[in-house]
C-alpha cells in the first residue's frame, strides 16, 4: 500500500513539472500578445487538475513552478527573477496565494472523495460480514428447526405405533396366559366365550389400525416423492361417493347422512379408487367430530371451467380460520378447546394424504365454516379431463369407458 502511494506521489509530480513546463513553453511560442492575467489563469487550471489528480503535495509544486515561470518569462523584467512594477508584485503574491489555495481545496475536495469511497467499500464489506452471519445464523436455525420437527414427527408416528400394539399385545398376552392356565390345570376357563371374542375383536381391530397407518405412511412418501402413479379411468362422482359410504358404513352409525348430487354430472377421468378415499377421509373426520344425530352432508356440483366441486359438511364444532391451512399438515391434530389435553383418534395424516391426491388431479382442496357458520365444510375440485396420456377422448370412447 506504502508503495503504491509512493509511486502514485512521484507521478504527481513529474506531472506537475512537466504540466507547467508544457504551458509555459505553449504560451511563449503564442508569444507578446497574451497578457499575464490569461497566464496566471491558465497556470491555475493547471494546479487544480494536478491537485484534484494526485493531491496537495504535487499541487503545492505546481504551484510553486508556476509562481516562477509566470515570474520569469511573462512579469517583466522577462527573463529575471526581478520584479520592476509594484503592480506585479500584487499579482505576483495574488497567483502565489490563489494557485496554493485552489490547489489545496481541490485536494482536499479529492481526498473527501476517496475517504467517502473507503467509507463505502467499509460499509459495503460490513453489510456482507452481516449477510453471511444472519445466513449462517438462519442456517443453524433451520437445522435446529428441522431436528425439532423431525423428533416431534417421530414422536407422534411412534405413539401411533405404540398404541395399537399395546393393545395386541395386552390381548394376546391374556388369550394366552387363559389358554396356559386351561392346559395346566384342566380347569374352567376364566374367560368365558365372549370374553375371548372381545379379545380377538381388539386384535383384529388394532392390527386394521396398524395397518392403515402404515398404509398411511408409505402413501404419503410416495406423494411427497412424486411417486403417486394415477391410475385414471372415466367414471361417476355417484360411484366414487357410493364406494366411500360403504366403507364407512359402521362410522355414520349415529349420524344422518345426505346426498346432494347435481343431476347428469358428467363423467370424469381420475384414478377412482383415489378419489374415494378423498371421500372417505372426509366422511370419517365428519363422523369423527360431529355429535351423535347430527347431520353429514355429501355434496357434488359442475364449476365453471369444466370442474366438479365436491364437499362434505358436518355441524360439529368447526375448525377455527387460523388453524384452516394447519390441518392439512402431517400428523396434525386440532385438541379439544374443552380438554385441551385431549387427543382425537387417527394419525393425524388423512388430510394431508387427501390434499396430496387431490392435487395429483390438478385440483384443490380447503375449508369453509358450514351452512350458518357453524360446523366444517371441506371443499375439494377436480378437472373433468378431456384427454389422457395425450391422447383426445371423443364421446364415443367417454361413453364406452363409464358403462365399463
Known amino acids: 500500500m506504502a508503495t503504491r502511494i509512493l509511486k502514485t506521489s512521484q507521478a504527481g509530480y513529474i506531472a506537475a513539472v ?18 499575464s492575467t490569461t497566464v496566471a489563469l491558465t497556470m491555475v487550471l493547471v494546479v487544480l487538475f494536478v491537485a484534484a489528480t494526485w493531491g496537495s503535495g504535487p499541487a503545492i509544486a505546481a504551484a510553486v513552478l508556476g509562481v516562477l515561470s509566470f515570474n520569469f ?61 444472519f445466513e449462517r445464523a438462519s442456517h443453524a436455525e433451520a437445522l435446529r428447526q428441522s431436528e425439532r420437527l423431525k423428533s416431534a414427527l417421530l414422536d407422534a408416528v411412534t405413539h401411533d405405533l405404540r398404541t395399537p400394539l399395546t393393545s395386541i399385545k395386552a390381548s394376546a398376552t391374556a388369550l394366552l396366559d387363559e389358554l396356559n392356565t386351561q392346559t395346566s390345570t ?50 361417476t362422482i355417484e360411484e366414487m361417493v357410493e364406494t366411500a359410504l360403504a366403507r364407512s358404513k359402521n362410522l355414520l352409525s349415529q349420524q344422518r347422512v345426505r346426498i346432494e348430487i347435481e343431476k347428469d354430472l358428467p363423467v370424469i377421468l381420475v384414478d377412482a379408487g383415489a378419489i374415494s378415499e378423498v371421500f372417505y377421509t372426509l366422511i370419517e373426520n365428519a363422523a369423527k367430530y360431529s355429535p351423535a344425530g347430527t347431520l353429514i352432508r355429501i355434496s357434488a356440483s359442475r364449476g365453471e371451467n369444466d370442474i366438479i366441486a365436491a364437499a362434505v359438511e358436518d355441524r360439529g364444532p368447526g375448525i377455527p380460520p387460523e388453524l384452516r391451512e394447519r390441518v392439512f399438515d402431517k400428523f396434525f391434530r386440532i385438541t379439544a378447546s374443552n380438554n385441551p389435553r385431549s387427543q382425537p383418534s387417527g394419525t393425524g395424516m388423512g388430510l394431508a394424504i387427501a390434499r396430496g391426491i387431490v392435487e395429483v388431479h390438478d385440483g384443490r382442496i380447503w375449508i369453509e365454516s358450514g351452512e350458518g357458520g357453524s360446523g366444517t365444510k371441506v371443499i375439494f375440485t377436480l378437472p373433468i379431463g378431456d384427454q389422457y396420456d395425450g391422447v383426445e377422448m371423443d364421446a364415443e370412447s367417454v361413453e364406452q369407458n363409464s358403462v365399463q
Open 18 to 35: 512537466l504540466g507547467i513546463s508544457a504551458l509555459t513553453a505553449f504560451l511563449n511560442i503564442l508569444g507578446g500578445g497574451i497578457n
Open 186 to 235: 384342566s380347569s374352567l376357563s376364566s374367560l368365558d366365550e365372549e370374553g375371548r371374542r372381545e379379545m380377538l375383536e381388539v386384535i383384529n381391530e388394532e392390527s386394521d389400525r396398524l395397518n392403515r397407518l402404515i398404509e398411511g405412511l408409505v402413501e404419503m412418501a410416495r406423494i411427497e416423492a412424486g411417486e403417486f402413479r394415477l391410475r385414471r379411468r372415466w367414471g
Open 73 to 133: 518569462f511573462f512579469l517583466p523584467p522577462a527573463g529575471t527573477l526581478a520584479i520592476a512594477d509594484p503592480e506585479n508584485w500584487i499579482a505576483f503574491v495574488v497567483f502565489l496565494i490563489t494557485a496554493i489555495t485552489a490547489g489545496q481545496l481541490s485536494a482536499r475536495v479529492n481526498r473527501r472523495a476517496e475517504e467517502a469511497e473507503a467509507g463505502r467499500r467499509e460499509i459495503k464489506r460490513l453489510y456482507d460480514e452481516l449477510r453471511s452471519a
